[in-house]
């Protein structure tokens, strides 16, 4: 449509982005091949993958006259993908009302302003799937389950529903198929039944196979497990994320799905985190695309694989190449992204040398890639901070200290090398939001119940005047935060009173029985201490309470409504934090409900009290028992907006693709010394449960088990966790620990260590950042 140097130029102008070769060779080698060039495109952090994605779909329309509607471009999350679909959005529009003023274009004026970039598929592989799905059924189309339920369903159809949770044959398996010893608890049962099944998907592994190859009694009832799980979504219509691209799978080998036979440019972001179930997927697309005179283009880093746990296969990312040429007799153009446009030179430095060195781990890293470099050396650059204290009380005041001032106070001053630096938010459009604290766990308690920095960093920031508010909806399973308990109790003192169907039916769970009767004394308690309205919503539960009494004909009281009806006395429950949890509580109300027969309703019946015990034994099931019993995930995905005005804690996994100005790394609040038990967080002694799983799995599955060991994979994976890390911050890196970390610990006389990847070990046991004179500490 319009000459190349005409959109470099508009791009640079209107844009503000610079894509010519003698600026930025990178990006340019990236968006200029033609529509029929596969690329390989290995980005390292901060490269600008959303930019290129972008700029490329855009090069294609504008450049090439690709239309949008054939361009199919996929992200790992929604969120990632809404960002990519507004953002093109936005610059397409820019640039297609720039070219429609000028004269030069004006023979293709109207193909121009016809253009409309909401046609290009954009999305997550499970919504495209499902859209697609949805498009080309001539039947009832399934409808999908989130993550965030499939765990309380697996609980039910899979364990309770046949008592299996007792099974010492199953609990036998499930530990020796990752290599554990852990006593399992129902929501452990059910979430590793849900990794083996996922793994039977992602993996593409025969599943009869695999069981009866098995020789272990709780092999065979795990498959039941899993099997009745299917079957009930099967039964009602509906499918999970792995069936759902299984399903798609399966459409588009059979029928070759109408939706996609137009399709010529296939673009995938974060291809490190792909499966085999994925990989197949994209290629059988990339062949329409290619017969289509079109090209397969994947972007992504090996060194920020994260999710091996949940079937993501990196060698598929670094062994592109070869794997494309095998399916469709292509060789891609490889296209390495190594000029990074968030941090500084000081943190790049530090990222740079950190994933180097390992020595073993260069073996499994993409050939032909390049270190990055910094593409801001003349802003403020700021050496890596360390924070290190004998125990986490005082680093969690000291961190505290840091970030008011950082954040409320004056700035945190420090001098280095003849230089001095001011460390402070914007004042004009900074807030605490700007600072982010990453962990491998963002629990609050650790096993023994006793607080973790998390919790002892909030209840600090608490204390500040004006408070600083932490946002960690991970820190706790959601049935034990308090404004939830309430909500909860409230809920059940409602349509159950007095446990008088509760009671009756004596099959749930202890421990959920247990976190009911929390629950519901809290609630009393909350109603009691509130002055005003204690009344009024004591009068509320006795409406509810007379309701059993009633002779009319049938009512239904969705669940929601109910809830939205109470929230108006639970102030707690409308802040920023409080409406994610009624979010994830709602969503969790709306999704039990596909496979609920009383669909989340309380039906109040005068002539049939079966009908109402049914009803509510229902939702205690679905929706009470998986929250007692920490069974409902949070999954990345509900965790959208993050709020304004408060520190974010949140898992390294949870931070991926994102930046923030400044970062606080949290490497070893919980290493006091070199104890066994917490090693595999650091530096593993053996291969870990993910790994093992991989491996017990692999075997049956045409990828074969992995070529490399399983103790380097986990720590292989440990690396790419910190780097990921560490390669988030714009401005400001700051890695936090306990002293025993930089200085070792005395025991039995002796001098000892904590090794540690995140400190800057390698596997062989060397030290290489010793004594991390590597940070300046503060
Ligand atoms: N050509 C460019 N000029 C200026 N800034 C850029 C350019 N390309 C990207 N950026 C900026 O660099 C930052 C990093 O970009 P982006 O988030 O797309 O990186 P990424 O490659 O996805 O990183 P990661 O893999 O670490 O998630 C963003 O703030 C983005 O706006």
Known sequence: MIEYPDFEKIVLDKLGRDIRIEVNEDQHNAIIPAPDTSLFIVAGPGS???????????????????????????TFTRKAAAQLKSRTIEWGNELKSTLMENPKYSSIRVL???????????????????DILKSSDSGSSPAIIEDLVSNALMIKVGLLDHDRQRDKDLHGFLNHIRGSRTRLNVSMMSQILLEIKDRVYHDRIDFEKFINDYEHPGAKIAHDAISDYIGD??????LDFSMLEDEFLRKLQTDGLKGLKNIKIVLVDEYQDTNLLQETIYLKIADVAVKNKGSIIVVGDDDQSLYRFRGATVDLFTDFGNRLNGYLGINPLFVNLSKNYR???????????????DKEFQNVRAEGKRSISSSLENSINVPVLGMFRDDINTLAADLANFIREASHGKGFNLDYKGSSFKIKIDEKDGSPSDIAFLCSSPLELDFKGNPRLPILLKDELNKINPQIPVFNPRGQSLGRIPVIEVLCGILLECIDPECKIQNTFGRLPRNAVFRFKIWRSKALKYIDDKEDESKEMHAFIDTWRSYFRIKEDKIEVPLVELIYKMVKWIPEILDEEGLVYLEIII????????FSDFKSNIVLNGRNRDINQDSVIEVMWNIFVPIALGAINLDLDILENLPE??????????????????????VGSD????????????????????????????KFSKLGIPKRGALDRAFDDLIRQYFVAFSRPQGLLLLVGLNSLKDGYFFN??????????????????????GLNNLFHI
């Open 587 to 594: 969503k969790t109300i709306t999704q039990t409900s596909l």
């Open 48 to 74: 600008g993958k959303t930019t290129v994605m972008v700029l490329k779909i855009l090069k294609f329309i504008f450049v090439d006259g690709v239309k949008p509607s054939s361009i199919l471009a996929t």
């Open 233 to 238: 979504l099967k039964n009602r219509n509906l």
């Open 749 to 770: 006389n002796a001098l000892r260590y904590v090794p540690n990847v995140a400190t800057g070990w390698d596997r062989d046991g060397e030290w290489h950042w010793e």
């Open 112 to 130: 121009i302003e016809k253009l409309d970039f909401k046609r290009i598929v954009t999305g997550t592989l499970d919504s495209i799937a499902e």
């Open 645 to 666: 005005n408060g520190i974010n804690i949140m898992s390294i996994h949870q931070s991926k693709g994102l930046e923030f100005p400044i970062v606080i790394v949290d």
């Open 343 to 357: 941090s500084t030179e000081h943190i790049v430095d530090f990222c740079n040398e950190f994933i180097r060195l």
């Open 671 to 698: 290493f006091k010394m070199n104890y066994a038990n917490h090693a595999f967080k650091r530096f593993p002694g053996t291969p870990g449960k993910s790994c093992t799983l991989e491996d017990n799995m692999r």
